[in-house]
């Protein structure tokens, strides 16, 4: 074979033809040293005639590149500028190697576009792996994640963790925003919105009057002095009475007979006593007795005021001495 320079193809032409002509001998000794001898033909056959020049130039690379993995993103070759030139179908060079943009992690998309920590290259643009979503800049599971809880950006209030992407509270519930302890809460009590009324209290989810306290239809009460439940809801004191200790009584002097508070000391129905009735007045809770015609009760005694000396005129107006009473007046 005949390997020729490509730098001086003409004067290797020449020299071959010399040396057809006059043989090995004729080669001069200063011929170049990239040149190479060839065997002259037979005397009786001629020369092969010489190749096209073009044909004849070594332009393959010292080294061809390495095989292509079809299953590899990248290959390497030779310090090359960034085409897609010398690359198998899908890949693309970036720098020495040929890389498939679509899902290389280092060059998504275009060459040197690194996807950050946690995102994978896919279709060419950087992506969060099955199941993640990205949010800010990061990769989370919108189903667990208390700040971007079902959704990026929604997060969780205080007291409230993200289960299957949406808040729920750890304690109580999530009343207008707020995580809310309805076994306690006034104004969420048992639920959201439930609010107790003024004078109770939430205890258990419930709304109960305050300690002392009944409830009595909607209100709470203390049956111990109120006149309309007095003892127990409902048994309301008559009039005059008040309430005391859980029980109806009347005032001060007076007694309770059926019901009505009474001064059993004048009162000629309830003399005394209840149902206690005089025929004629009650004095001191005693029956006084019935006085004639013409007579008035003084005290006990009925006395006849136009000439009693005892009550002249009046009851207990003496006359004293041996004075007389006449016509109400007492005589000397």
Do not use: K, W
Request: proline residues 6%.
């Amino acid at each position: 074979m005949l390997r020729l320079s490509t730098r001086a193809p003409i004067a290797a032409l020449v020299l071959v033809t010399l040396g057809c002509a006059e043989g090995n001998d004729a080669l001069p000794n200063d011929a170049p040293d990239d040149l190479v001898t060839v065997d002259a033909p037979a005397d009786d056959a001629a020369p092969d005639a010489p190749a096209p020049l073009d044909a004849t130039l070594d332009v393959t690379p010292d080294s061809a590149p390495d095989a292509v993995d079809d299953t590899s993103d990248a290959v390497t070759f030779p310090d090359t500028p960034t085409d897609t030139s010398g690359c198998p179908a899908g890949f693309s060079r970036c720098g020495t190697r040929c890389v498939n943009l679509a899902t290389d992690s280092d060059n998504c998309g275009t060459c040197a576009n690194a996807c950050a920590a946690g995102l994978v290259c896919v279709g060419g643009s950087c992506a969060c792996t099955a199941s993640l979503t990205l949010c800010t800049g990061a990769c989370v599971d919108t189903r667990v994640s208390p700040l971007h809880c079902g959704r990026c950006g929604n997060a969780c209030p205080t007291g409230a963790g993200c289960v299957a992407g949406e808040c729920r509270c750890t304690v109580g519930a999530l009343c207008n925003g707020s995580c809310i302890d309805t076994r306690s809460s006034n104004a969420n009590c048992g639920a959201c919105g439930n609010a107790c009324p003024a004078g109770e209290l939430c205890t258990a989810g419930a709304c109960v009057c305050t300690t002392g306290q009944t409830r009595c239809g909607a209100s709470c009460v203390d049956t111990r002095s109120n006149a309309m439940n007095c003892g127990s809801c409902g048994n309301a004191c008559p009039a005059g009475q008040s309430c005391v200790s859980g029980a109806c009584v009347c005032p001060a002097g007076s007694t309770i007979c059926g019901t009505e508070c009474v001064n059993t000391l004048n009162n000629a129905m309830h003399c005394g006593g209840c149902n206690r009735t005089c025929s004629s007045m009650c004095s001191g809770g005693t029956c006084l007795p019935s006085c004639a015609s013409g007579e008035t009760l003084c005290g006990s005694t009925c006395a006849n005021l136009q000439r009693s000396p005892y009550h002249c005129g009046r009851c207990n107006n003496a006359c004293g001495g041996a004075r007389t009473c006449n016509s109400g007046m007492c005589s000397p």
